[in-house]
């Protein structure tokens, strides 16, 4: 049977240092103490609740603390570089979602290169996005704001949180694909673009859906659409933005990475746990009240979305000539 590369790079990596008994005996025993999983994000909102519900799967399953370590600083690069420079055991994981891979574009310089430098380990959820406007708004639906923006260009302000953020790349693919002259207007966080877009000071925001969901169930908010390839159960009335722009699709998403060089049987003894936490109907509800979707899939599926992931935001960064603060 012909072995993946990624599968193959490791293991014969991992042969010319360790004997193979050891390598089995290591993941056997693993893990033997606390694993802290680095995560670039302030705490609370749906990225670090998501390490914190693996975390939990994983210290049940496994026997040993998983526990969460914020680094939200620098666009999520500190946090990363942390584990980039961790010993190769499993003893320090990444929590990696969609910065990593805008980052690789958006910054000229990093002491890191994300798809060299850290092993993917698993795919957790798929963060949607919801793209809401204040109810002053005319647009009612994706169709009638292109038609509305069209109209009136230069003329409509979407909040963003941050340049390089996951919404305002999301905004920028919307301007991209439809051709739409609307202006991004860019906040220092979320908490005051969307107290702008609550007070009619702005017209639309992309934002996900834990922190606007009670606003546009009190209708002091109008969700447009989601982001995701398909609705979401949580509003399954919403559209998503692919339904009237074909191929659009900006979802967060975050999963589990580790330092290269981490022995593969222990990457894949992280996959099946983590895996098996996703079908847990607990933890698929606990998500599913986040508005994420699960994401399940192997270590070199989760690499390749990556690269995927990697490639498309590049393109969207240099067509917008976005450059970080």
Known sequence: MKLPRRRFLHLAAGAAALPAASRIANADTYPARPVRIIVGVPPGGPIDLSARLIGQWLTERLGEPFFVEN????????????????PPDGYTLLL??????INATLFDKLNYDFIRDIAPVASIN????ILEAHPSFPAKTIAELITYAKANPGKINLATPGIGSAPDVAGELLKMMTGVDIVLVRYRGTPPALTDLLGGRVQLMFDAVPTSIEHIRAGSLRALAVTTPSRLEILPDISTVGESIPGYEASGWCGVGAPKNTPIEIVDKLNKEINAGLADPNIKQRFTDLGATTFVGSPDDFAKFIADETEKWGKVIRAAHIKPE
Do not use: C, R, W
């Open 71 to 86: 680094k939200p600083s620098a666009g999520g690069n500190i946090g990363t570089e942390t584990v980039v420079g961790a």
């Open 126 to 129: 798929y963060i949607p996005l």
């Open 96 to 101: 990696a979602y969609v910065a990593n891979a």
